[in-house]
Protein backbone atom coordinates (compact mmCIF):
# COMPACT_ATOMS: atom_id res chain seq x y z
CA UNK A 1 0.00 0.00 0.00
CA UNK A 2 1.30 3.38 -0.91
CA UNK A 3 2.14 5.93 1.87
CA UNK A 4 -0.27 8.86 2.51
CA UNK A 5 0.64 11.77 0.27
CA UNK A 6 0.75 14.27 3.25
CA UNK A 7 0.81 12.70 6.77
CA UNK A 8 0.11 16.09 8.77
CA UNK A 9 -3.10 15.77 7.26
CA UNK A 10 -2.84 11.79 7.16
CA UNK A 11 -2.49 11.98 11.24
CA UNK A 12 -5.40 13.89 11.39
CA UNK A 13 -7.72 11.80 9.61
CA UNK A 14 -6.60 8.78 10.86
CA UNK A 15 -6.98 10.66 14.74
CA UNK A 16 -11.01 10.41 13.49
CA UNK A 17 -11.26 7.38 12.10
CA UNK A 18 -11.37 8.86 8.61
CA UNK A 19 -14.64 10.74 9.03
CA UNK A 20 -14.94 14.06 8.01
CA UNK A 21 -18.99 13.97 8.08
CA UNK A 22 -18.84 15.96 11.35
CA UNK A 23 -16.79 19.00 10.56
CA UNK A 24 -18.23 22.22 8.60
CA UNK A 25 -18.78 22.28 4.81
CA UNK A 26 -16.05 24.59 4.45
CA UNK A 27 -13.29 22.90 6.41
CA UNK A 28 -14.32 19.78 4.75
CA UNK A 29 -13.36 20.53 1.66
CA UNK A 30 -9.50 20.36 2.18
CA UNK A 31 -9.97 17.06 3.45
CA UNK A 32 -12.21 15.72 0.97
CA UNK A 33 -9.39 16.93 -1.92
CA UNK A 34 -6.93 14.58 0.12
CA UNK A 35 -9.20 12.00 -0.29
CA UNK A 36 -8.96 12.48 -3.67
CA UNK A 37 -5.15 12.33 -4.16
CA UNK A 38 -4.56 10.43 -1.70
CA UNK A 39 -4.85 5.97 -2.12
CA UNK A 40 -3.71 5.75 1.03
CA UNK A 41 -6.41 7.53 3.11
CA UNK A 42 -8.94 6.30 0.92
CA UNK A 43 -8.56 2.84 1.34
CA UNK A 44 -8.28 3.59 5.00
CA UNK A 45 -11.16 5.18 5.23
CA UNK A 46 -13.11 2.50 3.21
CA UNK A 47 -11.46 0.00 5.71
CA UNK A 48 -12.84 1.69 8.81
CA UNK A 49 -16.60 2.45 7.16
CA UNK A 50 -16.70 -1.24 6.57
CA UNK A 51 -15.64 -2.00 10.28
CA UNK A 52 -18.51 0.37 11.22
CA UNK A 53 -21.01 -1.11 9.02
CA UNK A 54 -19.92 -4.43 9.96
CA UNK A 55 -20.91 -3.93 13.90
CA UNK A 56 -23.83 -2.55 13.16
CA UNK A 57 -24.82 -4.88 11.29
CA UNK A 58 -23.62 -7.71 13.63
CA UNK A 59 -25.63 -5.95 16.96
CA UNK A 60 -28.59 -5.45 14.86
CA UNK A 61 -28.47 -9.38 14.09
CA UNK A 62 -28.28 -9.97 17.91
CA UNK A 63 -31.14 -8.35 18.07
CA UNK A 64 -33.42 -9.99 15.69
CA UNK A 65 -31.77 -13.37 17.51
CA UNK A 66 -32.51 -12.25 20.85
CA UNK A 67 -36.20 -11.15 19.55
CA UNK A 68 -36.54 -14.50 17.73
CA UNK A 69 -35.19 -16.14 20.75
CA UNK A 70 -38.16 -14.71 22.78
CA UNK A 71 -40.96 -15.72 20.54
CA UNK A 72 -39.97 -19.09 20.27
CA UNK A 73 -39.44 -19.00 24.12
CA UNK A 74 -42.89 -17.58 24.59
CA UNK A 75 -44.63 -19.94 22.17
CA UNK A 76 -42.83 -23.49 23.89
CA UNK A 77 -44.54 -24.51 26.79
CA UNK A 78 -41.25 -26.56 28.20
CA UNK A 79 -38.66 -23.34 27.50
CA UNK A 80 -41.21 -21.19 28.89
CA UNK A 81 -41.52 -22.31 32.38
CA UNK A 82 -37.80 -23.81 32.71
CA UNK A 83 -35.91 -21.61 35.37
CA UNK A 84 -32.50 -21.81 37.31
CA UNK A 85 -33.22 -21.63 40.65
CA UNK A 86 -30.64 -19.51 42.87
CA UNK A 87 -30.56 -19.14 46.44
CA UNK A 88 -29.99 -15.55 47.44
CA UNK A 89 -29.65 -14.57 50.36
CA UNK A 90 -32.26 -17.21 51.91
CA UNK A 91 -34.53 -16.82 48.87
CA UNK A 92 -35.09 -18.59 45.95
CA UNK A 93 -34.57 -16.63 42.46
CA UNK A 94 -36.61 -17.88 39.27
CA UNK A 95 -34.20 -16.90 36.60
CA UNK A 96 -36.68 -18.18 33.25
CA UNK A 97 -34.92 -18.07 29.92
CA UNK A 98 -37.41 -15.14 28.93
CA UNK A 99 -35.54 -12.84 31.39
CA UNK A 100 -31.56 -14.40 30.23
CA UNK A 101 -33.45 -13.46 26.88
CA UNK A 102 -34.87 -10.34 27.85
CA UNK A 103 -31.07 -9.50 29.27
CA UNK A 104 -29.60 -10.20 26.12
CA UNK A 105 -31.76 -8.06 24.07
CA UNK A 106 -31.57 -4.83 25.97
CA UNK A 107 -27.54 -5.66 26.25
CA UNK A 108 -27.54 -6.15 22.29
CA UNK A 109 -29.81 -3.05 21.69
CA UNK A 110 -27.25 -0.79 24.39
CA UNK A 111 -24.75 -2.18 21.79
CA UNK A 112 -26.48 -1.32 18.70
CA UNK A 113 -27.34 2.42 20.07
CA UNK A 114 -23.42 2.61 21.18
CA UNK A 115 -21.98 1.87 17.94
CA UNK A 116 -24.74 3.70 16.40
CA UNK A 117 -23.11 7.18 18.63
CA UNK A 118 -19.62 6.21 18.18
CA UNK A 119 -19.36 5.56 14.80
CA UNK A 120 -20.89 7.62 11.56
CA UNK A 121 -21.98 4.35 10.66
CA UNK A 122 -25.70 5.81 10.34
CA UNK A 123 -24.62 9.01 8.66
CA UNK A 124 -22.61 6.89 6.02
CA UNK A 125 -25.09 4.63 5.44
CA UNK A 126 -27.40 7.52 5.07
CA UNK A 127 -25.42 8.76 2.67
CA UNK A 128 -25.12 6.13 0.72
CA UNK A 129 -29.25 5.86 0.49
CA UNK A 130 -28.90 9.80 -0.84
CA UNK A 131 -26.25 8.76 -2.78
CA UNK A 132 -28.13 6.08 -4.75
CA UNK A 133 -31.51 8.03 -4.68
CA UNK A 134 -30.17 11.19 -6.26
CA UNK A 135 -27.89 8.49 -9.32
CA UNK A 136 -31.74 7.17 -9.52
CA UNK A 137 -33.59 10.34 -10.34
CA UNK A 138 -30.99 11.82 -12.18
CA UNK A 139 -30.58 8.62 -14.52
CA UNK A 140 -34.11 8.92 -14.81
CA UNK A 141 -34.37 12.28 -15.40
CA UNK A 142 -31.58 12.82 -17.94
CA UNK A 143 -31.42 11.92 -21.48
CA UNK A 144 -28.80 9.31 -22.36
CA UNK A 145 -27.55 11.58 -25.36
CA UNK A 146 -26.37 13.78 -23.01
CA UNK A 147 -22.77 12.70 -22.43
CA UNK A 148 -22.51 12.47 -26.05
CA UNK A 149 -20.65 15.69 -27.49
ZN1 LIG B 1 -3.34 10.61 3.07
Known amino acids: MKSCTDPVIGDILSSWRYDISG????????????????????????????????????????????????AVIHHVEPLRNWAIIMHLDHRDVALTLQMAAMAGLLVSMLCWVLIAIATPAPVYLTGMAQARFLHDRLSDDQPRTRNIA
Open 23 to 70: ISPEMRTDYEGHFVECAHCRSRQRLHRTVDVALIAISTLSILAFLLAI
